[in-house]
């Protein structure tokens, strides 16, 4: 996995795709397709989505 450089900033629009809450992670995987997460559900599934992550764009630190 890599940090995205052309990451722009996710919004309240942008919805965790496992509960709906606002998404603080982006995901795109090896196919193209894109994930958004919460937090707690970015650190709950992202071991299981290494081998299939192409980019990680990590945005929890605007949550300090």
Same mark, same amino acid.
């Given at each position: 996995m890599t940090a995205t450089l052309q990451s722009r900033e996710l919004t309240t629009a942008d919805r965790c795709d496992a509960c709906g809450a606002q998404a603080y992670v982006r995901v !795109? *995987?090896? =196919? $193209?397709n894109e994930l958004y997460f919460c937090g707690h559900h970015a650190r709950e599934n +992202? =071991? $299981? *989505? @290494? @081998? !299939?992550?192409? +980019?990680?764009?990590d945005q929890t630190d605007r949550l300090a």
């Open positions: !795109v *995987l090896n =196919s $193209g +992202e =071991s $299981g *989505l @290494q @081998q !299939v992550t192409a +980019e990680w764009d």
